[in-house]
């Protein structure tokens, strides 16, 4: 009940049984007069309060806006932690705080496979991409580092071993002493053609070559040639049967 003292307003009640005492109501007034309503959800009533960080669907953003710091849940195992389908669920990271979120690929397959592992018939495959490189060369620093696969200006995939970017020709005199056949190669190169000019025979090998016995090397006489699918890093020896036969070298790259 209200009562009036010293010019303010009171309410009292039976506390020690709230159910044998007066009524007592509260309520919240808004700026405007009205009573703060609410809402019933779950057994408990909800004041129908409006908060800046809460939106309309569809509602356009504006710069400002505040919005609310959202919690995730460590689950290191990313197993669900809602009961059933429909039932609210929260975010969840794994053991470094990465979101747990929906892949792409199939769940069933493990695109990652550890070295030497042995493969299953009827594994998925991911789609590999390549860098269009219309210049041989690599795209990386140092060995040892990770690159890229490359295909070249007509997207053919850079496997082949063949020539796109220069042909250098010599001619080098030999002797009975093997030299290598060119002194220095020439960069990137893919293959190359050695021809003996002179009479005479000229034998090809390694830089252990020689013109006889055991490690005897390819014979070619006047005008014999031989084609050689060979890299940089491969020298290429020769070792003449007499002083001064002369041998043409071209080399592709």
Do not use: C
């Not at 909800?46 to 504006?62: G, I, M, R």
């Not at 991409?129 to 696969?149: C, F, I, L, Y």
């Amino acid at each position: 009940m209200g009562i009036v003292a010293g010019g303010k307003t009171q309410i009292s009640a039976n506390t020690a049984s709230i159910a044998d005492g007066d009524n007592i109501a509260s309520y919240i007034i808004g700026s405007g007069g009205a009573v703060v309503e609410t809402t019933a959800a779950g057994g408990n009533d909800y004041l129908n309060v409006y908060s800046p960080t809460t939106f309309a669907e569809d509602a356009a953003h504006t710069s400002g806006d505040l919005g609310n710091f959202i919690l995730a849940v460590r689950n290191d195992a990313g197993t669900a932690l809602a009961g059933t389908d429909g039932d609210y669920i929260p975010l969840t990271t794994d053991s470094t705080g990465k979101l747990w979120t929906a892949s792409s690929l199939p769940t069933a397959q493990d695109f990652t496979k550890a070295e030497d592992s042995a493969v299953s018939d009827g594994q998925i495959l991911a789609m590999i991409g390549v860098v269009r490189k219309d210049s041989a060369g690599t795209q990386v620093s140092a060995d040892g580092d990770a690159a890229w696969a490359q295909q070249n200006a007509v997207g053919e995939l850079r496997v082949i071993n063949k020539a796109e970017t220069s042909i250098l020709q010599q001619v080098i005199t030999v002797g009975t002493t093997a030299v290598a056949l060119p002194t220095t190669a020439l960069t990137n190169r893919k293959s190359m053609m050695i021809q003996m000019l002179s009479g005479g025979q000229l034998y090809v090998g390694s830089a252990t070559v020689t013109s006889s016995g055991a490690t005897r090397g390819i014979r070619l006489g006047n005008g014999g040639f031989v084609n050689l699918d060979v890299g940089p890093t491969v020298s290429v020896y020769g070792i003449a049967d007499a002083a001064g036969r002369d041998v043409a070298v071209l080399e592709l790259s």
